[in-house]
């Protein structure tokens, strides 16, 4: 029988939710931003940072007892890096929204003289995340890696302290309208990437904080309880202050005054340093000078960034901020951001002794409190000069305070009677202390005074508090007694309880109580720090030393890999653990205009948008025709993606410098200068100078860099220049004069040892703070772009304390022809023309046209000159000529160019010309 077999043809269908051409979401996991310990999820974390390296100790909020054992910030298990690593570790970094601000950026070679504030919130949309306030300089470099979080010396040098807080994003949109008020220098912000519509990002708070500049009235605020952390009860206060023309300190004027405590202050320094005490009436502030112990580590008053504050005693916040009581302090706005625990509370109190603390003297007043003969309750109080009243605790400060005898007639009555017969005596008791017993002088049953027949008692007697330790304190406890009441009175101190009563040994004189609140020290008292030690003993962390290890198989292979691909004859036989260098063709960092190199070129961006034109040096007669900067033929889109385009983005030097960088929300009032410098080791580079703000974004993409309305608001000009590393060098000495912001820097990874990065002419423009003498400079003839002749002219002057013109005072002296300097405004706006002598400089005010587009005088950031004749210089700065131009430094930059300058001066005109006669 014939077996017929039937093949069908395998078939399958592919079904598309939403159809076959649909896109599919790919769901993410998203990232729980919160403050972490050792992945451990934690409400807050305090971590004090010692100085002169990264030791550091920490607290939780189950064990805030005692600082930690030290270790190093940046360890793996360590609250700050394992909070940090959450964004840097994370596969959809691009997801969180973060603000960071701080008055001493990453790459910045001086600390701003703004708002003092310095933060970092990071928040996934519509979830949790963290408020991490911090005293650190140069932290957190959001565009490094969580392994350089700590690598600069600036963040290891001093101590410093960090507060951590988990929100929800609820709350911690509060917080950022609470935050705005100081008004924070922000340095760095992302918005997720998730959606069109960013709920937490985009709303109000957010936004006013990123770019708002609200002028608050009143100029203070605190928190509502309604802000707390994620775990209850998550109690905070957080108080800001916004800056003002005259000086206001944030703990005298707000935050004693809405805790209602006492506060004590640190503010590493003395007392003519810092603003005095204040002491008057109950509620005062009082200066922690320092130096301070934070473990068994003496912190020198001159190493420590952290400013923090405690009530002096009852309530248990702990505050942590970057501003003190200094003069200085007093005139930017503050935030103090406080968590209730009163484990760390009393931490912190411990660090405060006699030798540290600026007190207020102590209080004695008077608590008169009279009963009548039919057990009616009358109650007083008294002062005496400018001390105030002791402070009494619970049903007895509420009865004195509120007069509320039903409060008070217990403390009078027998336990367990139900009359109001007084257990007194005599008809009137007056009791007065000082406040500032403390539990280690403690004694009991201690006579006072007795006197049964003078007829008035000595105001003030010696009170002997004999402790178990033998000690003994010089307070004095104040009696005073009427002839007709002269009865023994005894004072007892149980716990730091002082019962008042008759002879000792009776009833009542042992529940009879009133607790003293408020406690100061004594001039004699010992405050003495615990030792806290393990099971195990004490321990003491030492640095491991490195061990070589077997390469993993991973390794291995890559290893293997290598061996084959190499060719150099020395790469066959690589043996596993042997670190390798792989070549790379390093990038030929030049001005660049679709793919062509060219030795410079002159862009003029146009206002509301992306418009442009440009020159280059063998077509400089006219402007090229409109097109968008950040089109890919156009010469700074080239020129910069030869950078965001490289695959060995780590191989580059960079410095950028602006006084409007990336992420801030205004202008600094400093030096104007905006450029970046980009070259390979041992390589050629560029110069780029430019007048727009929010540019270059290195943090960023190619894609990004006219992103944002700052940049393509107003008018900008880029000048690019192509120099070799040697004459980058030189210009860097001379930018460095003006003393530019710096605001982003990177050293090649290619060698341990880097000649340009590592000149000092690089390092002095990055971290020095050079006073230079004479204040200008102007560049020797041998600095040349690439291309001969390559002449140029480079003109820098320092900032100094008078008002200092560079056009008047060097360039036109220099380049010796009468200059017309645009600087858009009117003839009341800017500097008068200089007409004296044959070497005048005459004012470009604008409007000017550009190819065929006016450009208003209000919506033009560019600033140059060129000579009114025979010289071919143009020259593009920051800097034009006004009143505020001449107190800051300034650099000019100039190429020679016959066509260019010639297209320059067509754009002046009779009109928009303030010629000299």
């Known amino acids: 029988m014939a077996i017929t077999t039937r093949t069908t043809p395998f078939r399958f269908t592919l079904f598309f939710r939403n159809g076959p051409r649909a896109l599919s979401k790919i769901r993410v996991t998203p990232t729980q931003y919160q403050c972490v310990q050792n992945a451990n999820n934690v409400d807050w974390f305090i971590v004090y940072k010692l100085p002169g390296g990264k030791s550091s100790h920490y607290l939780l909020p189950n064990a805030a007892a005692a600082w930690t054992a030290a270790a190093d910030i940046d360890a793996a298990q360590q609250p700050v890096h394992s909070t940090m690593n959450l964004y840097f570790a994370s596969a959809n970094r691009d997801r969180a929204n973060i603000v960071a601000y701080s008055n001493y950026p990453p790459h910045f070679k001086f600390e701003l003289p703004m708002s003092p504030g310095k933060g970092v919130i990071i928040a996934e949309e519509q979830n949790k995340g963290f408020w991490l306030v911090h005293t650190a300089k140069y932290f957190p470099n959001i565009a490094g890696t969580v392994a350089t979080l700590f690598s600069n010396e600036k963040t290891t040098k001093d101590a410093a302290a960090f507060l951590c807080m988990s929100y929800s994003d609820v709350n911690l949109r509060a917080v950022a309208k609470i935050i705005d008020y100081e008004q924070p220098i922000i340095y760095f912000t992302q918005r997720s990437s998730v959606q069109a519509t960013q709920a937490f990002y985009d709303s109000a708070e957010i936004q006013t904080l990123i770019n708002g500049l609200h002028k ?124 209730l625990s009163a484990d760390a509370t009393t931490l912190f109190r411990s660090m405060i002794t006699t030798q540290n603390l600026d007190a207020c003297p102590p209080d004695i007043g008077v608590v008169s409190i009279s009963v009548d003969n039919r057990g009616g309750l009358r109650h007083t109080i008294a002062t005496r000069g400018r001390r105030t009243l002791a402070q ?69 007697i010696p009170a002997q508090r004999h402790s178990k330790w033998g000690e003994s304190s010089g307070a004095k406890i104040v009696i005073s007694a009427t002839p007709e009441y002269s009865t023994v009175k005894t004072v007892e101190t149980r716990s730091g309880i002082y019962c008042v009563g008759d002879e000792p040994g009776t009833n009542w004189s042992k529940w009879l109580i009133a607790k003293i609140t408020d406690i100061h020290p004594s001039e004699d008292s010992v405050i003495r720090s615990a030792t806290v030690k393990t099971k195990q003993g004490t321990v003491t ?62 862009v003029y961006k146009l206002p509301g948008g992306k418009s442009s034109h440009y020159l280059l040096p063998n077509a400089a007669a006219a402007w090229t025709g409109a097109a968008d900067i950040d089109a890919a033929q156009q010469p700074v889109h080239s020129t910069m993606n030869l950078y965001f385009a490289s695959g060995n983005k780590d191989r580059a030097n960079i410095v950028a410098y602006s006084n409007y960088p990336p992420h801030f929300k205004f202008e600094l009032p400093m030096s104007p200068g905006k450029g970046v410098i980009i070259a390979e080791e041992q390589n050629k580079g560029f110069w780029l100078v430019h007048t727009a703000k929010y540019f270059p974004n290195i943090a960023g993409t190619v894609a990004t860099l006219f992103s944002n309305e700052k940049t393509t608001k107003d008018a900008a000009a880029f000048l690019c220049m192509s120099y070799s590393d040697v004459n980058l060098r030189a210009v860097a000495k001379i930018i460095d004069y003006e003393q530019p912001i710096i605001y982003f820097t990177q050293r090649s990874s290619v060698q341990a040892t880097q000649a340009f990065y590592d000149s000092a002419e690089i390092q002095t423009l990055i971290n020095g703070l050079h006073k230079y003498q004479p204040i200008g400079t102007v560049s020797a003839d041998s600095i040349r772009t690439l291309t001969a002749p390559g002449t140029v002219k480079i003109f820098a002057t320092a900032p100094v304390a008078y008002s200092s013109d560079i056009y008047s005072n060097y360039v036109v002296k220099i380049l010796k022809k009468t200059l017309q300097v645009y600087t858009p405004g009117t003839t009341t706006t800017v500097l008068r023309k200089s007409c004296a002598g044959t070497l005048k400089v005459e004012n470009v005010l604008g409007p000017i046209t550009v190819s065929d587009t006016v450009i208003p005088i209000e919506q033009d950031s560019a600033r140059w000159s060129v000579q009114k004749s025979d010289s071919d210089f143009v020259c593009l700065s920051n800097t034009g000529r006004t009143a505020d131009d001449a107190k800051h430094g300034a650099t000019v930059a100039c190429i020679l160019s016959a066509d260019a300058t010639t297209l320059f001066r067509s754009m002046i005109t009779t009109q928009n010309l303030d010629a000299c006669p």
């Open 216 to 339: 608050y009235q009143p100029i203070g605020t605190v928190s509502a309880d309604s802000i707390r952390t994620l775990t209850a009860p998550g109690t905070v206060k957080i108080f800001a202050t916004a800056p003002v023309a005259y000086s206001s300190d944030i703990y005298s004027n707000y935050v004693v005054k809405i805790l209602k405590k006492t506060l004590q202050v640190y503010t590493p320094g003395t007392t003519t340093t810092v603003l005095r005490k204040s002491c008057a009436g109950t509620l005062k502030v009082e200066n922690v000078l320092g130096p301070i112990t934070v473990s068994d580590t003496v912190i020198p008053i001159e190493q420590d960034s952290a400013r923090w504050s405690v009530q002096k005693s009852d309530s248990d916040f702990v505050c942590l901020s970057n501003t003190g009581r200094t003069a200085d302090d007093a005139k930017h706005g503050a935030t103090v951001a406080c968590i």
């Open 392 to 460: 009494l605790d619970g049903t007895t400060r509420d009865a004195v305070q509120n007069k509320n005898s039903q409060i008070m007639d217990p403390l009078f009555s027998k336990p367990g009677t139900k009359d109001r017969t007084p257990h007194l005596r005599h008809n009137s008791v007056n009791f007065c202390a000082p406040l500032f017993v403390r539990p280690e002088v403690q004694g009991r049953n201690t006579r006072v005074f007795r006197d049964s027949s003078s007829a008035e008692a000595d105001p003030e």
């Open 541 to 602: 962390w030492s640095a491991r030393s490195l061990s070589l290890v077997e390469p993993s198989s991973v390794e291995k292979s890559f290893l293997n890999t290598c061996s084959s691909v190499l060719k150099d004859s020395h790469a066959q036989n690589i043996a596993p653990g042997t670190k390798t260098g792989i070549r790379v063709t390093p990038t030929q960092y030049q001005c660049v205009q679709n793919a062509n190199n060219v030795d410079w070129f002159i």
